[in-house]
């Protein structure tokens, strides 16, 4: 757990020292583009995003610390432009997706988890099949919970590339509000290319909105604690509406939910079938 202490007025003040310098130089930069599709303009672009992060009351300290080395990243925006799997039929998706040792295993944590699930289910009213579908899905029960990327960088780069530049940028300061928060340190907050955290491979923004500190610690962390991670899962399904002992294949009200986790229908018809696989006794 990151710890928390009193910072000498000194260093108090050469943050405000330097917070001043990269906003006046940023004041001096009217005419820089809003966003780029190449690395020639990004750092323009960071002097601003630093302007904009400080006036929404994200704290000078981690301004700097989070973004003071920030480079573009070619690698994120190839990736951004490669995404092919969605283009699957429902078959073939679920074919590639899911097998029957992620079932086996899916039903081992369910069995393992009981107590914890039923906790989860009698807070959020979400059954704890469906959050291990999801889990078993995003990162093969934290298998494949990557660690690859910086989600500062990435999303630096994502918010500063054209293609869907206000999302992005909306991620971006909920990442640093994470920081801010004091759940994760930049250091911490590696994960997939795209800015997913942890096991469930939450983005910033519903992290910031859904995730719980279900295990009592004092933190939210989606990356190690298993309580927190299937507890936030349920937050955000019961965040967007699940309701309470209803259906979830397609076609049902809690189905339209699932589609707010992922807006890729292959994908939804993939936790609902897995969960009804897991489901069965």
């Given at each position: 757990?990151?710890?928390?202490?009193?910072?000498?007025?000194?260093?108090?003040?050469?943050?405000?020292?330097?917070?001043?310098?990269?906003?006046?130089?940023?004041?001096?930069?009217?005419?820089?583009?809003?966003?780029?599709?190449?690395?020639?303009?990004?750092?323009?672009?960071?002097?601003?995003?630093?302007?904009?992060?400080?006036?929404?009351?994200?704290?000078?300290?981690?301004?700097?610390?989070?973004?003071?080395?920030?480079?573009?990243?070619?690698?994120?925006?190839?990736?951004?432009?490669?995404?092919?799997?969605?283009?699957?039929?429902?078959?073939?998706?679920?074919?590639?997706?899911?097998?029957?040792?992620?079932?086996?295993?899916?039903?081992?944590?369910?069995?393992?988890?009981?107590?914890?699930l039923d906790r989860v289910e009698k807070r959020f009213g979400v059954p704890?099949?469906?959050?291990?579908?999801?889990?078993?899905?995003?990162?093969?029960?934290?298998?494949?919970?990557?660690?690859?990327?910086?989600?500062?960088?990435?999303?630096?780069?994502?918010?500063?590339?054209?293609?869907?530049?206000?999302?992005?940028?909306?991620?971006l300061l909920d990442a640093l509000r994470i920081v801010d928060e004091g759940?994760?340190?930049?250091?911490?907050?590696?994960?997939?290319?795209?800015?997913?955290i942890g096991q469930t491979q939450f983005l910033p923004t519903p992290y910031?909105?859904?995730?719980?500190?279900?295990?009592?610690?004092?933190?939210?962390?989606?990356?190690?604690?298993?309580?927190?991670?299937?507890?936030?899962?349920?937050?955000?399904?019961?965040?967007?509406?699940?309701?309470?002992?209803?259906?979830?294949?397609?076609?049902?009200?809690?189905?339209?939910?699932?589609?707010?986790?992922?807006?890729?229908?292959?994908?939804?018809?993939?936790?609902?079938?897995?969960?009804?696989?897991?489901?069965?006794?």
């Open positions: 757990m990151p710890l928390t202490f009193v910072a000498p007025i000194r260093i108090r003040l050469n943050a405000i020292c330097l917070i001043a310098l990269v906003l006046a130089g940023t004041a001096g930069e009217a005419a820089a583009a809003q966003c780029g599709s190449g690395p020639a303009g990004f750092q323009s672009w960071l002097q601003r995003f630093r302007l904009q992060a400080a006036a929404q009351g994200i704290g000078s300290g981690t301004v700097l610390s989070a973004l003071s080395d920030v480079t573009y990243d070619p690698t994120i925006i190839r990736l951004d432009r490669s995404q092919h799997s969605f283009k699957l039929s429902f078959q073939q998706f679920y074919a590639r997706r899911v097998d029957k040792a992620l079932i086996n295993k899916g039903r081992v944590l369910m069995q393992r988890h009981r107590a914890l704890g099949e469906v959050i291990i579908a999801i889990w078993g899905l995003e990162t093969h029960y934290g298998a494949d919970a990557t660690a690859r990327y910086s989600i500062i960088r990435s999303l630096a780069t994502l918010a500063y590339d054209c293609r869907r530049s206000e999302f992005f940028t909306g991620q759940d994760l340190t930049p250091a911490q907050l590696r994960g997939g290319w795209a800015g997913e910031i909105r859904f995730a719980v500190d279900f295990d009592g610690d004092g933190k939210k962390d989606l990356i190690h604690s298993v309580p927190d991670i299937l507890a936030s899962t349920a937050s955000f399904l019961a965040g967007h509406g699940w309701q309470r002992g209803g259906d979830y294949q397609p076609g049902s009200h809690n189905y339209g939910v699932i589609a707010e986790w992922n807006k890729a229908d292959v994908y939804d018809r993939t936790i609902a079938k897995m969960a009804d696989e897991l489901g069965r006794r």
